[in-house]
């Protein structure tokens, strides 16, 4: 990670870490990388229109032309960079974050996450600032382009989904007047949940991160699945007919194994990470699917994917990607690719690989480098390894303040004591 870039592009509280100057730098970069044109939208964060005009700005003043595509999902914005021929495409968004932070994410023309190298050009160039001369200022504009990407989902899904009810929960977020319209398009009977726009709220009690108002609305409505997006809308987690939250882990296993039947799983391997479940990795194995893990974040999910030439990969936070459709994770999409086949099978049916038991802890922490690097935390890890029937997993957030602890245990109670004792371990460091 550099002085601006951390795992998932820039991050941080708006008007804090994260100014209209670091965007403006940002976009000035972009047009010295060589862009005459780029692709920029943004989540709904009452911030987002700052950080869009400030970087728009930055970009201009360098001599690249600006097309500002509105609100719209980050996948929605990878697909457009593609298809309307831009140099790169820039999210405005914190993804899953309270309302209070925000980012800038960047994709290339060819709709993938810049890798670190690339991050670490552009940060180069963020030192210092060039302007064009005046004849050669680039050009600001809205355009309309939230139809081209509707249209792109619709059309991934063969067949109309009427006959089926669906709860969706879009975190009031980017997937608020997008995903709707594209289920209700299709013919199914949609309960829209958490679709304000006012920006003040987005991934506030709902979405990805509480998905259980999702699965107690699908138990009071009789629907056949719900459906929760985060903030920006590249992450989904769903739940059952049952009421019973589905994680990316079991959302990976259900799509590697009706792709592998459609013969659209390359090379019969799925890409996961270092968190995903031991029971996935087993359930898939009898499927004749073997698993590879990358390190966590989608962007490396996505290299290594590229490395062996997988179709399908995903994180346990619902960060999936279906390469054959689109080069990045999309919710909404592969919201739509399980809801297809909900005419022939039951969501329960689907998803039901059977998952060892994990414990999650993430710690807030004043210095997460100072924690990470400790030695005490590494001794403690070390002796509760031992004999140990799992995974115990510590690392420092990329994105946030945080230390995340997890252990995978076929004993679950051990499990939980051991991720008790290191959280206790992080605090007192």
């Excluded at 009031?172 to 304000?196: D, H, M, Q, W, Y």
Aim: aromatic content about 4%; charged content about 25%.
């Amino acid at each position: 990670m550099g002085l601006y870039f951390g795992t998932d592009g820039i991050r941080g509280v708006a008007n804090g870490e994260l100014t209209p100057d670091v965007a403006f730098k940002c976009g000035n970069a972009l047009a010295r990388a060589g862009a005459k044109k780029i692709i920029v939208g943004r989540d709904t964060r009452q911030s987002g229109d700052m950080l869009t005009l400030a970087l728009a700005a930055g970009a201009t003043s360098g001599g690249c032309d600006v097309d500002d595509v509105g609100v719209l999902p980050t996948p929605g914005i990878a697909f457009l960079t593609e298809a309307l021929d831009a140099r790169f495409g820039v999210v405005i968004s914190a993804s899953h974050n309270p309302p209070e932070f925000n980012g800038i994410k960047i994709f290339s023309d060819l709709g993938i996450k810049l890798s670190d190298t690339e991050e670490g050009v552009i940060e180069s160039y963020m030192s210092t600032s060039t302007l064009a001369e005046s004849g050669n200022i680039g050009r600001y504009c809205q355009r309309r382009a939230t139809e081209i990407y509707r249209a792109f989902l619709a059309d991934s899904v063969k067949g109309s989904l009427s006959g089926l009810k669906f709860v969706l929960d879009c975190s009031n977020g980017a997937t608020s007047k997008t995903a709707p319209k594209v289920f209700s398009a299709l013919g199914a009977e949609i309960i829209p949940l958490s679709c304000r726009t006012d920006g003040k709220s987005i991934n506030q009690n709902c979405g990805s991160l509480h998905p259980e108002n999702a699965a107690q609305k699908v138990l009071d409505c009789h629907a056949d699945a719900g459906f929760c997006f985060d903030g920006d809308g590249d992450r989904l987690i769903a739940v059952d007919e049952k009421g019973r939250i589905v994680d990316g882990d079991e959302i990976l296993y259900a799509l590697a194994v009706l792709f592998k039947g459609r013969k659209l799983l390359k090379n019969d391997v799925a890409v996961g990470t270092s968190h995903t479940n031991m029971g996935v990795e087993k359930a898939l194995e009898k499927e004749g699917i073997s698993l590879l893990r990358a390190d966590i974040g989608d962007k490396y999910v996505n290299a290594l994917m590229s490395q062996k030439g997988a179709s399908l990969g995903g994180e346990q936070s619902g960060h999936i990607i279906i390469r054959h459709l689109l080069s990045t994770g999309d919710g909404v999409l592969t919201a739509l690719q399980l809801a297809a086949e909900l005419k022939n099978k039951k969501m329960s049916e689907l998803c039901s690989a059977s998952l060892y038991p994990q414990t999650n802890i993430d710690i807030v922490v004043k210095d997460k480098l100072l924690v990470i690097n400790h030695t005490d935390l590494w001794n403690r890890v070390a002796k509760l390894s031992d004999g140990f029937d799992g995974r115990i997993l510590v690392r420092a957030s990329g994105t946030e303040p945080k230390i995340r602890i997890m252990t995978e245990c076929s004993d679950a109670e051990k499990g939980r004591k051991a991720a008790s004792e290191l959280a206790e371990l992080v605090k007192n460091i």
